[in-house]
């Protein structure tokens, strides 16, 4: 019985209106204990419906969460939030979108639901405590495919989706970019376009191409590309999962760290510790994107030159893998998407080299 009232539950959201803001998500409180998912997304379409979640960090103002919906609207597309997704009061420290719990339980309903594709209002804190929850859940598995949009505290949504063999996005979050800086008034990501995003949600752009400083070779210039994914995300994030079930392993994949400022002495202690614990055994190489480094601010060859101090000291006795380094991911005014869990081919030029990452066309 419980089966079929969640297929008629669910037939009733997607017939009534999808598109309006806080609409009601009419979804079981218990979720199926063993579900089956496919491994990779369908691109967006004209009209198709777009769930702004927020696992972390409530929205900057009361006309945030508006002006966002309202963008996603104004490029073909539906947009909603799910009632009960925000009540800051209800939050600790009155940060966060709503409790803990209440998150979980909201997140968990979107993984549920057949909306094709969850996009992430901010980054911040707060999506540890929504897996933590969600680990302890009867949700064994995705229902179905997905589009996951988000990066920063995202990064630990992440790495769950890979343990789910699940490709996602690593990119600017649905709040932030040029098209509402005039009201977050956030220097975050302020240059980026979310209408190319769209663009890139809708198919439009299949394969994405990035070109990348060349750090450290690792063996040397090949004529053969070097194959594998990509997986990673916020530094920070990444160390709290060490240890645990969503642990990064860097085994045939890129790994993409980005992080906020830092102090180089700690900074190079950090990758030390993520090259101790094994993330990067058996990478395909490492690719440092937005990563800031007191001192260094306004100095990419500094940070770069710090970088390479780690490299030749550290990683290359134990794996001589490519080191890359380009700003444009991550915290700065550029986030340019990095598709995770997908088919990418690295091309090493001597000082540059070009990754080209699949959009939606799994790896796993």
């Known amino acids: ?75 073909g597309l539906k947009a909603f939030i799910a009632e009960d997704t925000l009540n800051q009061k209800a939050a600790p420290f009155g940060y966060y979108s709503h ?33 933590d929850y969600l680990e302890h859940s009867d949700v064994s598995a995705l229902p179905r495919k997905k589009m996951f949009l988000g990066f920063s505290d995202f990064t630990a949504i992440h790495l769950w989706l890979a343990t789910q063999q699940c490709p996602s996005l690593h990119g600017p979050v649905a709040g932030l970019g040029r098209e509402l800086v005039e009201i977050t008034k956030s220097q975050v990501n302020k240059e980026v376009s979310l209408g190319d995003v769209i663009k890139i949600l809708k198919g439009k752009i299949p394969e994405l191409e990035h070109k990348f400083d060349v750090i450290h070779l690792g063996k040397g210039p090949s004529l053969e590309a070097i194959e594998g994914s990509v997986l ?30 830092e102090d180089p002495t700690r900074f190079i ?9 094994g993330v990067f055994d058996e990478a395909k190489g490492i690719l440092f994107g937005h990563m800031p480094l007191r001192g260094y ?23 001589n893998i490519p080191v890359l380094y380009s700003p444009r991911f991550g915290h700065g005014p550029y986030n340019d998407v990095m598709p995770f869990g997908t088919k990418a ?20």
Request: charged share 20%.
């Open 1 to 75: 019985m419980i089966k079929y009232a969640f297929i008629f539950l669910s037939f009733l959201v997607l017939v009534t209106n999808p598109g309006i803001a806080m609409d009601t998500q009419m979804q079981p409180e218990e979720a199926p204990k063993r579900i089956t998912h496919p491994s990779t997304w369908s691109f967006l379409k004209e009209g198709d419906p777009v769930e702004v979640i927020m696992p972390a960090a409530g929205p900057l103002s009361p006309e945030h969460v508006p002006a966002a919906l309202e963008f996603i609207r104004k490029q």
């Open 269 to 277: 202690r950090r990758l030390l510790g993520l090259l101790r614990v």
């Open 99 to 131: 409790s803990h719990k209440a998150r979980a339980v909201a997140f968990i309903k979107a993984l549920l639901s057949d909306f094709p594709a969850l996009w992430a209002l901010r980054g911040g804190f707060g999506c540890h405590e929504v897996l």
């Open 297 to 319: 601010e306004d100095s990419t060859e500094g940070t770069k030159e710090i970088i390479r101090s780690f490299v030749t000291e550290f990683l290359v006795p134990r794996s």
């Open 232 to 261: 990673g995300g916020n530094l920070s994030i990444i160390e709290n999962h060490n240890g645990t079930p969503t642990a990064l392993r860097g085994r045939g994949r890129f790994v993409l760290l980005e992080d906020t400022l």
């Open 345 to 364: 081919r690295l091309t090493l030029e001597g000082p540059t080299a070009t990754l080209r990452v699949k959009v939606n066309e799994s790896a796993y």
